[in-house]
Structures are given as structure tokens and as C-alpha cells.
């Protein structure tokens, strides 16, 4: 029987290399992403050999009501993991409204309503599996970050509260909190910069997109039955 997980924000770093592990277990795949179709096309090609079904889906979940662009166009389902995501730098004193809730409905609150949305089809199968990829600065927080190090920190406190609500019908929640990833939102800073990031990680470089899509895999396999509400950090030993 063919297994299908939606992935949200397909389209980067750590979404494509989440999507290719999974297609390559044998995952048929919904993939959402926002503006960048290219991406998604190019992905969708990478994915052709490993024969299952791939269905991108466009939603803005920087809206509020993002996520119902992406409810409606999911029927089977066995697992959500949810990559969306953007960064916000600079200064509390300097943001903006807007800013502040496209950070929000981006990683909580488009998150949380589209799990509730489909929630029910896991509770008539009597299993399925969330994982959150969410950030060290979820766990520590960053200066200059602050409203990200917030929604991200909200995403922890959702998935270990949702992880008790729903254990008892077979559906296990779980987190990941990624440090610094050599993906495309490292782009914004300069070779220097990350010289110095690099520094400061004890493993002395970035993370991989596919040390943490591995880890995705791990979690939705048999062998994590036993885990839930737990936020596996991945940094290199960055932040313990």
C-alpha cells in the first residue's frame, strides 16, 4: 500500500532533501511550495525514477488562511512535515507589523490550523506521524531574531502538546531543531560570516540538508515507535 506525506516549504534546502529520502523509501508525495516553481519542477524531475506519485501544491502561508489552499487538495495521508519556513533579521525595535505576521503565520499559525484540518484523516487510520522542522533558536534564541527565535520556540510548545493530546490514537508528534544549515537561507550572509559560524560550531562546519532529512526518516520509521514529543537537535553540537 502506497504511503503519502505532504511536505511543506518542498521547495528548499531541507524540503527537497526530505523529499527525495522519503520518494526513495517508497513515499508518493504532496509538495508545497510558494513562489518558486522552478524549484518544484526541478525537484519533481529528480524524483521521477523513484515511480511514485508527486503532486505540487501553491499556497501562501504567509497569509493567515494559507493553509486551506493546501487541506483541500490532500486526500490519503499517512505523515506531515512541516518545512515551511522564513528568516527575519534585524532588530525588535525595527519590526514591522506585517513582518511580525508573516513570521507568525508562516511557522505557527498556518502550521498548527492545517494539522487540525487533517488531523482527521489519522484518526480513522489509527496512526499517522507530524514532524516540525523548527531551529536551535527555537530552544536558545537569537539576538536579532527575535521574532523568529519566538515562532520558532512556539512550534516546540506546539508539538509537545499536541504530542499528549493525540498519543492514545497512534500518532506520534515529534520536532527537529536544525542549527546552521548550508541551505539557501544562509545566503544572506557573507563568506566571512560563515567562517565564523563555522567556528563556533564544535563539529567546526554547517549541517547538511541530508543529515537532517535522515533524521525526518528516522522519526517516521518503526524504529522511533516509541518517540514522541521530543525535539531532536541537530546542530553540531552547537547548542546541548
Known sequence: MKKYALITGASGGIGQAVAC??????YSLYLHYNKNEQSIMG???????YGGEYIPIQADLTTSIGYK???SQIFSLDAIIHCGG??????????????AEAVMNIHVLNPLMLTKELLPKFLRKGSGNIIVITSI???????CEVAYSAAKGAQIAFVK???KEVALNGIRVNAIAPGAVATPMMEGFTPEEVEQISFEIPMGR?????EIAG??????SDDASYITGQVLAINGGWYT
Open 161 to 163: 502538546a499536541l504530542s
Open 215 to 220: 533524521s525526518v526518516a528516522f522519526l517516521l
Open 137 to 143: 533558536w527555537g530552544q536558545t534564541g537569537a539576538a
Open 86 to 99: 522564513n528568516s527575519q533579521y534585524g532588530l525588535l525595535l525595527d519590526l514591522q507589523q506585517e513582518e
Open 206 to 210: 554547517l549541517g547538511l540538508p541530508e
Open 43 to 49: 525537484l519533481m524531475d529528480k524524483l521521477l525514477p
Open 21 to 26: 529520502n522519503l520518494a526513495a523509501k517508497g
Open 69 to 71: 489552499s493546501i487541506s
